[in-house]
Nanobody
Framework: QVQLVESGGGLVQPGGSLRLSCVHS????????MGWYRQAPGKERELVAR??NGAQSVKGRFTISRDNAQNTVYLQMNSLKPEDTAVYYC???????????WGQGTQVTVSS
């Protein structure tokens, strides 16, 4: 079993930055990938970024990275917009494209 615990959400002004963290524990050696999804009010959950191999991956204004020594995956979010407001979920899978684990979510609100 794998446990995912997110932190780092909060209220930020438009144009600001936040870094989310996801600490993973358990049978992490089985994981094929880790990533971040988000769900805004009234909308479906959507993929933000995933990482399989490598230290980081840039997706526009967002950068996903990992620190294996700390068992942590990060999501650096820059130039935030009100439409980025959502609950952000850490996720992980045992094979590419399959989501096996979810964190509890962390709220990100972008507002002036």
């Amino acid at each position: 079993q794998v446990q995912l615990v997110e932190s780092g959400g909060g209220l930020v002004q438009p144009g600001g930055s936040l870094r989310l963290s996801c600490v993973h524990s358990g049978s992490i050696f089985r994981l094929n990938w880790m990533g971040w999804y988000r769900q805004a009010p009234g909308k479906e959950r959507e993929l933000v970024a995933r990482i399989q191999n490598g230290a980081q991956s840039v997706k526009g204004r967002f950068t996903i990275s990992r620190d294996n020594a700390q068992n942590t995956v990060y999501l650096q979010m820059n130039s935030l917009k009100p439409e980025d407001t959502a609950v952000y979920y850490c996720s992980a899978g045992l094979s590419w494209g399959v989501i096996n684990y979810w964190g509890q979510g962390t709220q990100v609100t972008v507002s002036s």
